[in-house]
């Protein structure tokens, strides 16, 4: 599977980001997958991981489903969010997301977090903008593409 960019300070998935949680995405087929190592850093109380951390997750997650599918640099122009049950601290989790719908203007797109054996814990949905031409090349000329091949966006 391969690997999706990344901006090297993201607070999902930026390895240059000490505090942050250093997620690598992948394609996998029409969806966009990582492993994520929740700890107790990102907890809310004792190893319960915050619901603002999850979201964070599930918003690049399904961020990139839609930018990766689509070709179109992205923005979340809205996000819900329902937490099915509470994630732990130390729980082998995954992160799945896939584009939904293309609507040109707003490309909505959906996602769960999920434990090891496939229960839901997080699941929520997206509604992304695609970003003008110009703002579109900047954030793409600070993408890190190292193990990854290049994605040619559409502007």
């Known amino acids: 599977m391969p690997n999706l960019p990344t901006y090297l300070k993201c607070i999902v998935c930026g390895s240059e980001n000490h505090r942050g949680l250093n997620i690598r ?5 029409s969806e966009i997958r990582s ?3 929740f700890n107790e850093e990102f907890c809310g109380f004792k190893d319960i991981v915050h619901g603002g951390i999850l979201t964070a997750v599930l918003d ?12 179109r640099m992205c923005h979340a ?3 819900t969010i329902r937490f099915v049950r509470p994630t732990r601290a130390g729980e082998k989790v995954e992160v799945v997301a896939r584009m939904e719908r293309d609507r040109r203007r707003i490309i909505e797109a959906s996602g769960e977090i999920l434990t090891s054996t496939g229960e839901v814990l997080v699941r929520g949905t997206g509604k992304f903008m695609p970003l003008p031409p110009d703002q579109a090349k900047l954030v793409e000329s600070y993408l890190e593409y190292e193990d990854c091949d290049r994605i040619h966006f559409v502007y």
Do not use: H, S
Request: hydrophobic content about 50%.
């Open 25 to 29: 995405f992948r394609v996998d087929g």
């Open 60 to 71: 690049e997650a399904m961020g990139w489903a839609a930018a990766y599918t689509t070709r």
């Open 77 to 79: 122009a809205e996000l």
């Open 35 to 37: 492993e994520v190592p």
